[in-house]
């Protein structure tokens, strides 16, 4: 074993860090073994447990279990909002690669050691843990008790470049703990045992400790859907400690809490991209619902382009229920649509029942509308327009902020 | 531009026009589901199938430090063996076409025990010419996420059969050969035939949930529509049905009603929901005082993702002009809400 020498004149404490870490002078090699690798089995059988909540079922006749992939969506042991990854999902075939393969934001990064499939040999990855902004809203969420900023909190596996494929001698994925507050390393409790994904808002997936990490991957921190365990505050100051099984063979990254900035999280700070999550009905809380915006964001099918479909119920100037509909096809990743046209439209009949509309149904162009999204839980939009063809139709211009009605099953905006 | 409340298929591909693909590798829809990936589907299938194989113990436990102290339980994994019993079963969804899960069941008894246990088997597929190894996953509606082989089995577990990373896709609606090999000489196939939407019943009409959320209009009546909303109540028992439907009263001018209910979680219907609508308000909030008044009432069904069934009936005395009489209606879904694909 090679040591650099400058650690070698620097004095017997690092001396011994030094030689206790006996991977620092190359990217590959063996280690030294004085004792036997850790036996990560019972570990990976206590992970895989947890991260199967119908572990009590004992025969195929069991109905649906208790926690359910859907029940789960808006649960309390989600780590972040269900709607963080909405554009970053792959929109075409057998994308591999879910989360973001480029670390963005501030990034807490070290070498670590990973065992090989080959017998006392190690091979140095980087591991860079980081944070994406979500909506941040101020609600007060299970993963986010104070109504802070919220992102969802990220780790990147990076194999040196001369590495990245190889199937023949391939690191193997650590044993992960994480310590947050209250929850020590390596507790009797075993509540610091963390699920780790390679997709975002899954219920059970979990890497397993000795998998083969091939190429370079990026995963998404999660907690174990179990109220036994420990439950983590991302957001929050954390320790995360990988461990490669051998003696001296931990290296840990501290992560402090997370606090964005315009440098350093600049999506935090700006409108959402509007995507399916933002549909909803909207309304303004100090009117009552009386008056409401329905929009719902809709896929055009071609990989590049969204509809935003919304209705605007509304009164006449004779206090009559009357409607206004606004439909735009913007591209994915949009944050504003602006001048998207408003029509209202006159001449049919209820349900179709007759006598048929006489004339027939026409579009009118009311005016046009801009909508932004600050967060899951707001829509911003500015009106103008009027309804001339109609005697008392609404017109008028300005701009509201109007609040979210209710949660979509399956599709809760956080 | 002829103007309907369907504006949005219009300006699509008549083939492409209200039909989302959420993702040409998609195995299922993704609506299939929305109300978990359920342990136990196999006793509703009435064409499940059973067979037993044997799978091995962990050989990773084989190589065991001998001075480690689980080596003598690693010694008794390393040469353990469990006959389980593995059952393929289909799940009815939307619009015909069904859902495929692998469910493993271990030695009575033995569910949970992580001393001793099988490792997952290989499983391949062949379709036709087309043969591959699949992809099997915990959790529903996953792109790459997956259950490798040699990894412990430690519980009964059910995955759902996905596509192939990298590889084409697979019809598991149609007829397919699926191979379970325990990678140490023995192996067990399942012959599946095309799936058959009338042996499931069940399908028909779909459990209320999310996906039901969506524009509904009537392709031959230009201009009218409902907005439906299905929300969380947050209490793990019941949903609640919001729906705007914009219409006209009887002089054609536009005239808006909006129902709303809630209703148990599993409900294929949803009866006598309440419908209001209000005079007396104003334009974008200019106003105080509102009189919301009792319409009439509402049904609803969705005998699959694109359809929509509803009768509605007036109330008797309503002011001059308003939508009244009643009947029943079947519309179309204008088009998919973005990540929340229904099909």
Known sequence: MSVPSKYIVAGTMLL????????????????????????????????????????????ATVSTAAVTPNVLTTSSYRAYPASCFSDTLPTIANTIQPLPVSPSGTLYS???????????????????????????????????????????TLMRIQRQAQYEGDTQLYPQFPDIRIAQGSIAFDNANFTDYVRIATEPNTVVADASVGAAVINSTTYVLENYASPSLGFFYFNHAFTIRFDNGYQNGRVTIDVPDYVPTQQTYPAAFKPMAINGYLSGAWYDPSAGSREGLVTQVLDNGDGATRTLFATWYTYDQLGLPFWLVAQGSFPIGSTQLNNVQVLYATGSSFAAQPPPPSPAVKANVWGTINVSFSDCQHIKFDFNGAASAVQGGPQGSGTRNWTRLGVINSLACQ | MKFRF???????????????????????????????LPLGQAAKDPKAMSLPLTLHGDFNACFVNPAAPSYPVAQQECNYAEAVGITIARVPCSGGKSATLFQLTRVA???????????FPGVWVQQGTHIDWIRLARDANTTATQVFVNSPVYDDSVYVLEN??????????????????????????????DYDPAVYPAAVPLPISGYQTGAWYDPAHGGEGMLVEILDDGNGTTRTLFATWFTFDALGAPYWLAA????PIGATRIDDVPVQTARGGGFAGNF????????????????????????????????????????????????????????
């Open chain 1, 110 to 152: 070290k070498t670590v050691p990973l065992g090989t499939n080959s017998q006392n040999t190690y091979e140095n990855v980087m591991i860079t843990i980081f944070r994406v902004a979500c909506s941040s809203s101020g609600d007060t969420l299970s993963y986010n008790p104070d109504g802070g900023y919220a992102g969802a």
């Open chain 2, 109 to 119: 008894g033995m569910s949970g025990n992580t001393d001793l246990y099988p490792t």
């Open chain 2, 260 to 263: 709303q209910k809630s209703f």
């Open chain 2, 164 to 193: 192939p990373i990298g590889g084409a896709a697979f019809d598991y609606n149609r007829a397919f050969t699926l191979t379970v090999d325990n990678n140490t000489g023995r192996a067990v196939q399942f012959d599946l035939g």
């Open chain 1, 16 to 59: 011994a860090s030094a030689l206790a870490l006996p991977v620092i002078a190359a990217d590959r090699g063996p280690v030294t073994v004085d004792a036997p690798r850790a036996d990560f089995s019972s570990v990976q059988a206590r992970r895989a447990v947890l991260a199967a909540p119908r572990a009590t079922a004992t025969s």
């Open chain 2, 6 to 36: 369907a504006l949005a298929c219009i300006s699509l591909s008549a083939s492409a026009a209200c039909v989302h693909a959420a993702g040409p590798a998609r195995a299922y829809p993704p609506s299939c589901f929305a109300d978990g």
């Open chain 2, 288 to 343: 105080t005082a509102v009189t919301r008044a009792p319409w009439g009432t509402m049904s609803f069904v969705f005998p699959d993702c694109g359809t929509m069934t509803f009768s509605y009936a007036a109330a008797a005395f309503l002011p001059a002009n308003s939508p009244a009489g009643s009947g029943a209606r079947t519309w179309q879904r204008l088009g998919n809400v973005a990540n929340l694909g229904c099909q």
